[in-house]
């Protein structure tokens, strides 16, 4: 059965004269003329029965059902564009792995990590982009996420399994200037009379260690607060606190100096950090071995 399909490059000049409302500065956006441009748009409308734009003194104005259309257009032109680079970027290779993962996580642990990745099957390419949210993976084109959370949230992401990496450590660091002279670790009590750093996605965090190490601190929920634990590690580089943030996520920062651990009294909590996956019939061989070679590189550096 033939598809109710426009040809790409009429879609291709109705994007670009709606993102511009312009067929003049869409013709030269596109290398073509004016007059093709509107032969194309004329076309379009002519096989959807209905005006995209209305003609006024001043050139054009999307119609409400052409703005709609526009926007929708405009989204699967994108995800074309994205899937022919992806064909492209993984000529001769064993697959792509597109993958969304938690921020932080990315940049501080799995990028450092991928030259390992790399030397192991050189065919493999990552792609990364950021999810911190479940989402539904049919309506992406995801093939994997690295997630942070509970167990319970893993388990509540419909149509998906889900494959336990490494649980949440926390612990307090700080620049080693904060900690005098001596720069040594310090007592949980003596964390409490420290500028505290919060992080405002986990506004309790601190309190929870406070409980655990059996110390009231008045002022566990004052300070500064950073969306990021990036945010948070680079203010605690900086001298202005102490942070409470996973040691995954600073091992760098640690092995340079920058940060010191200010009370060596780790915090195992309730979040780990996951692979998932959805379930299907075939899973593609390029995330089978990622998957194989996460879970070992996981291990080897946090079990």
């Known amino acids: 059965m033939r598809r109710k399909i426009p040809a790409t490059h009429t879609l291709l000049c109705f994007e670009a004269a709606a993102r511009h409302e312009s067929y ?24 959807l029965g209905q005006p995209l734009f209305t003609r006024t003194r001043h050139g054009v104005v999307l119609t409400p059902r052409g703005r709609e259309y526009a926007a929708q257009v405009a989204d699967r032109l994108l995800a074309l564009e994205r899937d022919t680079l992806n064909a492209m970027s993984t000529q001769g290779t064993q697959g792509a ?86 720069q040594q ?53 900086h001298g202005l606190g102490v942070a409470l943030v996973p040691r995954l996520l600073i091992e760098t920062e640690l092995q340079r100096g920058d940060l010191v651990i200010a009370c060596d009294q780790p915090l195992l909590g309730q979040r780990a950090y996951y692979l998932v996956t959805p379930i299907n019939d075939g899973e593609p061989a390029a995330l089978t071995l990622f998957r194989q070679w996460l879970v070992g590189a996981t291990k080897q550096t946090h079990g």
Do not use: K
């Not at 290398?31 to 409308?45: D, I, K, N, P």
């Open 185 to 237: 670790a310090v007592s949980p009590h003596a964390v409490s009379d420290l500028p505290l750093l919060q992080q405002s996605t986990r506004p309790f965090g601190w309190s929870q260690w406070f409980d655990a190490m059996g110390v009231t601190a008045a002022h566990a929920l004052s300070g500064p607060r950073y969306e990021l634990f990036s945010m948070t590690a680079t203010a605690a580089i």
């Open 97 to 182: 792995v597109r993958l969304a993962a938690v921020p932080t996580f990315a940049t501080r642990w799995l990028i450092p990590h991928l030259p390992q990745l790399q030397a192991l099957h050189p065919d493999i390419v990552v792609h990364i982009e950021t999810r911190t949210r479940p989402f539904m993976f049919a309506d992406t084109g995801f093939d994997a996420a690295l997630y942070a959370g509970t167990a319970d949230q893993v388990a509540n992401w419909a149509g998906t399994r889900a494959t336990l990496l490494v649980s949440e450590e926390v612990v307090p660091v700080c620049a080693p200037s904060l900690l005098g002279p001596t």
């Open 24 to 47: 003049t500065r869409a013709a030269h956006e596109l290398a073509l003329t004016q007059s093709a441009v509107s032969r194309q748009v004329a076309a379009l409308e002519e096989y």
